[in-house]
């Protein structure tokens, strides 16, 4: 079955610093790859997903790029803030085509941990 | 207020006992999906189902039962057998109008205890 790795596991940044944080996948038959973010006590929230017909993707301070090649993607946050502080979690599916399709088995990775400093 | 929701927020059991965890959707999503997470373990995939009374196990589904009567509700009773049950339980959904592609979206979790 897929392996998704994700690194780091933690992560430090000052406030309006940026923060990177990067994952990788070994089945190339994946095409879905979501990002969740997780407040302590609380269930993951979804922030910015991307398929694999694209490259990058971006939403206000938040973007992600995809390389099929490398099978690698990644999280970028800009001008953090401590509200940013939380677990992120990427992770990668196979899911069908057309609306409604609801196959897609989720991966996920180990999470990071991302802390900012005010 | 459509959304998912889990019940109850904190639970605590004895050892020996079962205990049912309660998962409702009204997203009309086909998928829903049952997780465990442990401290540094991220998400784990217990049980999921696609469809109205069919299910599949995930990668830890042993000491675990759900059922799928209805497509708004996934039940997951945690069973006696279940050596380790304390941790965070997560369920999710996805597909139907309101989805698509796979996107799966979080209840607020449910956290066992035992005691």
């Known amino acids: 079955g897929e392996n998704v790795e994700q690194h780091p596991s933690t992560l430090s940044v000052q406030e309006g610093d940026s923060a990177v944080i990067k994952c990788t996948y070994s089945?190339?038959?994946?095409?879905?790859f979501p990002w969740y973010k997780q407040e302590l006590g609380k269930g993951p929230q979804l922030i910015i997903d991307?398929?694999?017909?694209?490259g990058e993707k971006k939403d206000q301070r938040i973007a992600v790029t995809l390389n099929k090649t490398a099978k690698h993607f990644s999280l970028h946050i800009t001008e953090t803030q401590p509200e940013d502080s939380a677990v992120y979690f990427c992770?990668?599916?196979?899911?069908?085509?057309?609306?409604?399709?609801?196959?897609?088995?989720?991966?996920f990775g180990r999470g990071t941990q991302l802390t900012v400093w005010p | 207020d459509g959304g998912i929701t889990q019940s109850p927020k904190y639970l605590f059991r004895k050892e020996g006992q079962n205990v049912t965890l309660s998962c409702e959707q009204n997203?009309?999503?086909?998928?829903m999906y049952w997780y465990r997470q442990d401290p540094g373990q991220g998400l784990r995939l217990i049980y999921y189902?696609?469809?109205?009374?069919?299910?599949q196990k995930g990668d830890i589904a042993e000491g675990y039962s759900v059922s799928r009567e209805k497509k708004e509700s996934f039940p997951l009773t945690v069973t006696s057998a279940q050596k380790n049950p304390t941790a965070f339980y997560l369920c999710?959904?996805?597909?139907?109008?309101?989805?698509?592609?796979?996107?799966?979206?979080f209840g607020p979790g449910t956290r066992l205890t035992v005691l």
């Open positions: 999710a959904s996805s597909g139907g109008t309101s989805g698509g592609f796979g996107t799966q979206y």
């Open positions: 089945d190339s038959a994946s095409n879905y």
């Open positions: 991307i398929r694999s017909n694209v």
């Open positions: 992770a990668a599916s196979i899911v069908g085509s057309g609306r409604g399709s609801t196959l897609g088995r989720l991966y």
């Open positions: 997203l009309n999503h086909d998928a």
């Open positions: 189902s696609q469809i109205v009374n069919d299910f």
